[in-house]
């Protein structure tokens, strides 16, 4: 009989895909879909409970830093930084909306009963019982659209700052593992600061797969017409922000990190330990070796043919004294 580790094995070989291309695409797929489904929570509303169906501020990178982007503004701002092949970036945000899509039909099945209870029997977009705000991000009421896409342009801008700031190795960076936690801290920030407006998407393709599945799932046209036409600003301000917020990291800070070949000079006043190896016959003063002065020319000696080895080192290696000196900047 063929033991379980065995058939595991064959069935690895069988269904394992090669090409790199397709396996970052399902693993952006799978990504993109837990974490805006793990967002559900609920919300008490006016008269009766609601389903909310994200966060404000899900912003869609708090796995960046592990190699998921799971943000169209993302990625745009990893091609921006030339660690992103600019011919992915569509397919990554075909992928990341359609994962988006399938989680709010995930979604909006878990909550079915819930959704259809709360809207009394109806899904509306506007009104006290609207319920299309589950899944898709609209302003308020007095919010208009320039206010709103400049929020979107600032809010998004502010967090691939930070999140640039988080993945720069140079900069010193937070601990490994930690990445996750801090991003998410930053994402709290922006909502708390920035998203009484219009909820904060952040993530172009966060609001536009799941206004698409409440266009078809019943909700109607009106998901793009509320809001002076607002469905576009989510798709377009946050691709603006991040390039801002890419470019501003760029000039402020990573463009001014020291050469990686250049030495780092201590500071004035601090002990610089080097080490060298010296040779035992060399003329040099116990002064000048824990002072620190300069070798003599002419080190190393050149070999003399009438020289003889000690008996106790071996004839293939010269004899050295490692030599500790102290030299103070």
């Known amino acids: ?9 064959r069935v690895r070989g069988l269904l394992r895909i090669r090409n790199r291309l397709v396996r970052e695409c399902l ?24 389903v909310r169906g994200w966060d404000r501020a899900d912003s869609g990178v708090v796995a960046g830093t592990r190699g998921a982007h799971m943000n169209p503004a993302f990625s ?31 979604v909006y099945v878990l909550y079915y009963d819930a959704i259809w209870h709360y809207g009394n029997g109806t899904l509306t977009v506007s009104g006290p019982r609207e319920t299309a705000s589950i899944f898709a991000t609209y302003p308020v009421d007095y919010v208009s659209v320039g206010n709103g896409f400049l929020d979107q342009v600032i809010g998004t801008g502010v967090l691939l700052v930070g999140v640039m700031g988080l993945m720069d190795a140079r900069n010193k960076p937070v601990p490994k593992g930690l990445e996750p936690v801090v991003v998410a801290l930053l994402v709290l920030s922006i909502e708390c600061s920035m998203g009484a407006n219009c909820g904060c998407p952040l993530n172009p393709a966060r609001d536009i797969g799941p206004r698409l599945f409440t266009y078809v799932a019943g909700w109607g046209p009106e998901v793009f ?11 377009v301000a946050p691709m603006l922000g991040a390039a801002v917020g890419t470019i501003l990291y760029q000039l402020c800070v990573a463009f001014h990190h020291p050469d990686e070949d250049s030495a780092i000079l201590p500071e004035k006043g601090s002990i610089v330990l080097v080490n060298t190896n010296i040779d035992a016959d060399i003329g040099i003063s116990p002064k000048e070796k824990d002072t620190g002065e300069t070798v003599p020319a002419g080190y190393p000696p050149p070999p003399h043919p009438s020289s003889t080895v000690s008996p106790t080192v071996s004839p293939t290696v010269s004899p050295t004294v490692p030599v500790t000196t102290l030299k103070e900047s």
Request: glycine share 6%; hydrophobic share 60%; aromatic share 14%.
């Open 27 to 50: 693993a952006e797929l799978l990504s993109t879909f837990v974490l805006i489904v793990s967002r559900a929570r609920r919300w008490a509303g006016a008269g009766g409970r609601c």
């Open 225 to 235: 017409s509320r809001g002076n036409a607002w469905w576009w600003v989510p798709l």
């Open 76 to 106: 745009l701002a990893m091609c921006l930084n030339g660690q992103f092949p600019w011919w992915k970036l569509p397919i990554f945000v075909i992928v990341q909306t359609l994962a988006s899509f399938i989680a709010a039909a995930a």
């Open 1 to 9: 009989t063929m033991s379980t580790a065995a058939f595991l094995a």
